[in-house]
T-cell receptor, first 114, second 111 residues
């Protein structure tokens, strides 16, 4: 099976712009989670989608949003980019998102905001 | 609270054993996980332990679980320079099924 894929792998944007990141989960997985990783804050949970519904949400401002499509692919959007949004954005998928489902990560999208 | 705690840094010599510790919060977690992250990469699943086990061994990796103290450890035998990475422990919240990750321990292996 192919692993979790994320596109693009690298992105450079300027302050005030918006960005959309894409994640394709492992085939058959219906839960997709997004994380932001920065050197200062570590790994921060953004949100989780399951069957096109947001199931869990982290403590991020409304500029961060996401969605999931019927084929389980997910996108996250950041509007009005700030310098502090520069980070590695990681996507992870698992089967049904239950307590015994193992989560697998993609390689990440490195976003740089200038 | 949701904090899963790990020490930030660990430095060992090549060939020695490394022990990375983690304190978790949810005593109802079914599985506890260890992930490895190499520079610029995503997190790679290393191993996991079921909550009714005390120990799990997988080649050079040994996971120990102390449920009473909510303490998890990862021992890497014969540590190699390729083991240099950040190691994250994770629990799964029994109510929300959300993964809760530790702060990560940066392991540096000295040749």
């Amino acid at each position: 099976k192919a692993g979790v894929t994320q596109t693009p792998r690298y992105l450079i944007k300027t302050r005030g712009q918006q960005v959309t990141l894409s994640c394709s989960p492992i085939s058959g997985h219906r839960s997709v989670s997004w994380y932001q990783q920065t050197p200062g804050q570590g790994l921060q949970f953004l949100f989780e989608y399951f069957s096109e519904t947001q199931r869990n949400k982290g403590n991020f401002p409304g500029r961060f949003s996401g969605r999931q499509f019927s084929n389980s692919r997910s996108e996250m959007n950041v509007s009005t980019l700030e310098l502090g949004d520069s980070a590695l954005y990681l996507c992870a998928s698992r089967g049904l998102g239950g307590p015994t489902d193992t989560q697998y990560f993609g390689p990440g999208t490195r976003l740089t905001v200038l | 609270g949701e904090d899963v705690e790990q020490s930030l840094f660990l430095s060992v010599r090549e060939g020695d054993s490394s022990v990375i510790n983690c304190t978790y919060t949810d005593s109802s977690s079914t599985y506890l996980y260890w992930y490895k992250q190499e520079p610029g990469a995503g997190l790679q699943l290393l191993t996991y332990i079921f909550s009714n086990m005390d120990m799990k061994q997988d080649q050079r990796l040994t996971v120990l679980l102390n449920k009473k103290d909510k303490h998890l450890s990862l021992r890497i035998a014969d540590t190699q320079t390729g083991d240099s990475a950040i190691y994250f422990c994770a629990e799964v919240d029994s109510g929300t099924y959300k993964y809760i990750f530790g702060t990560g321990t940066r392991l540096k292996v000295l040749a």
